[in-house]
């Protein structure tokens, strides 16, 4: 058996791991140290006598990548990313939002949905996590638009589907980690997420509009705020504008010249502006214990993934199935476009069964050169290239986009991780509830998905300011 069978057949092994329920970190480091030991073993000729040599030199192999990988200054962001968002959450950021939401499009049908996922957006911009953005606005927002009347499935939906935001809209820690798994800029990542991301909300606030004048008693316009009462709720929101500027000015300086400093370094100052917000506002020792717990939490989660799938990717280089996966997508008979759009709906069934970040690490080192390979290769120019842009410029297009469809994952049965969030707050809905309500999302997001491939400007206009293409 050759390396490319061993590859296949542990990639089938990983799949089954996971479709009968092994955490993705967990089965993808067992998968690749399994994997390693074949390969190794099978050079030595399936000799008996080798086998602990083939053991030995796989599990040194496998040692050296959580440290090596994670030890990254890149990956640094991520939590300080979501120690933003608890902190702001501590510091009342999360209410204040809302309600100035509430007060300037709340006079629109459907306007506690359409607040919902403005303030969700909002708050996305100093939340690096979707599954926190999503539990605090089961908080907020589902009891106020029960108390109006809304179906709470509804209510409930549009809290997982808005959370999803945070995926997109920097800081993002998905973006981060697609910027290292592909070698490509954080900063510009980043940038890339702030006009998708407002796109995506506005899409998804035109869907809520359009329900609730299409179906009756759907979402009644809350009004009754004079223009004084909705200036007067400002203040309270200027505290996340800050942030967000605070972050633009250390990933690009819009004055001109360098930067004023890393993206890292940049997390981490707004951390502490957001801090000394949550102290002035209140926050005590309990509410400062509890943000850095659950910031704690997240991160590990996060870093258990990475560590656990990059075993596997290792194995996979030694396998050399990217390459052979690039080279079969590059022989299609077929336009490029079609091939993308059907790596895209891969995509959207691998999120019915994985989580986000797993299906991204485990995918992009196969399927990310296959791209590049599609557009034209590492060196193509605009003018020779598939899709209109080079191959750094389709480097984040693609990232974009396929972050987008890693959002899916978050709202589709049966492990939408964001629905049970939702439904582990709120004790009264469902988790089928949650997914029933955020059912009409995804047409939200296919919606949105289609309008960032047909105009990839949306994508590429901000990250072209920064790298010059």
Known sequence: MDTIQIGLVVTGFLLVLVVIGMRVAFAAALAGLVGLIWIFWAKKGYDPSEFLWALTVATKTAGQVPHSKIASQALSLIPTFILIGYLAYHAGLTK???????????WLPGGLGVSTVFATAGFAAVSGASVATSAVFARIAIPEMLKAGYDKRFAAGVVASAGTLASLIPPSAILVIYAIIVEQDVGALLLAGFLPGAF???VYGSLVVGLALTIKGFGPPVGGFSWGQRFAALPGAMPIIFVVVIIIFFIYNPFGGDAWGTPTEGGALGAFVVFIMAVYRGMRWPQLRAALLETAKLSVMIFSIIWGVLIYVRFLGFADLPGLFSDWIGSLDQSPMLTLILILLA????????????MLLLTLPVVFPAVIALNGGPYVTVEESAFGMTATGCAI???????????????????????????????????QDVFRGASPFFVADALTIAGLIAFPQIVLYLPGLLLGF
């Open 96 to 106: 204040a939002l809302f309600e100035a939401a509430k007060r300037w499009v709340g």
């Open 200 to 202: 995506s909300a506005l």
């Open 347 to 358: 995509y959207a069934v691998l999120g019915m069964f994985m989580d986000a970040i797993g």
């Open 397 to 431: 297009w693609f990232g974009i986009i396929v972050v987008k469809m890693a959002e899916l994952c978050l709202i589709t049965p049966p492990i939408g991780l964001n629905c049970f969030v939702v439904a582990g707050v709120r004790s009264d809905i469902s988790v």
